[in-house]
């Protein structure tokens, strides 16, 4: 990973334009290829970035970075604070916990339980901005990149609208639509997800493993 400290200005040329007045700011160029430009606050959320694939040109003064769709990146440079890189190794990955694991097995071994007609395509599909948890084609054989979590916030929806960039990017697989699973969804992810064009399914995890539902016993 590369990390610069810059004082710089940042323009943004594709679906729309976007502009950031020269400041200093954080740069990270990752190993993917991703990069992201951070002030100091706004929590995690960058600035503005571009997601791999890309391509990164460099010149005195200047980054440019263009993805396939022909949008592009481009960082202007007055000066160089800092500029350092380190090599963080292979990632294990998100560890989720026991809940969430085995709601991804079950629905992953009957994707029907999200909706009648979904088959399985890959559990775990690999990107260069993570794995999805699974990729299935719906009954008319489009492509689902389905995000499962416990609980469901706006990080979920982000996270997925993230894996939803890239995937789309692929012609075999584009149109991605996206689906959030979760056993509980928050009202606000549920506002941005809508916002994003991505559905929303609350799973029961008692009866995905089959468990019988006291309330319904007579005696």
């Known amino acids: 990973m590369r990390i610069l400290v810059a004082r710089c200005t940042v323009d943004y040329q594709g679906r729309l334009a976007a502009h950031l007045a020269e400041a200093v700011r954080l740069i990270m160029l990752k190993a993917d290829g991703s990069v992201a430009i951070h002030a100091d606050g706004g929590a995690y959320k960058p600035l503005n970035w571009m997601n791999p694939p890309n391509t990164l040109s460099t010149e005195p003064g200047r980054w440019t970075v263009t993805n396939p769709r022909g949008e592009k990146l481009v960082i202007d440079i007055a000066e160089i604070v800092s500029d350092v890189t380190h090599d963080l190794g292979a990632d294990p990955g998100l560890r989720k916990d026991g809940v969430e694991a085995h709601l991804q097995e079950l629905l992953a071994a009957d994707p029907s339980a999200l909706e009648e007609g979904y088959r399985l395509v890959r559990r775990e599909y690999p990107t260069a901005v993570g ?89």
């Open 131 to 219: 794995p999805v948890d699974l990729l299935c084609r719906d009954a008319d054989g489009a492509a689902v990149a389905v995000e499962v979590k416990r609980r469901g916030e706006a990080a979920g929806v982000e996270q997925l609208g993230r894996y939803l960039e890239f995937l789309n990017a692929d012609p075999s697989l584009n149109p991605v639509q996206g689906m959030l699973a979760a056993e509980e969804i928050k009202p606000q992810a549920r506002v941005l997800a809508e916002a994003r064009g991505i559905r929303c399914k609350v799973v029961d995890y008692a009866a995905l493993r089959g468990e019988a539902n006291e309330e319904l016993r007579l005696f």
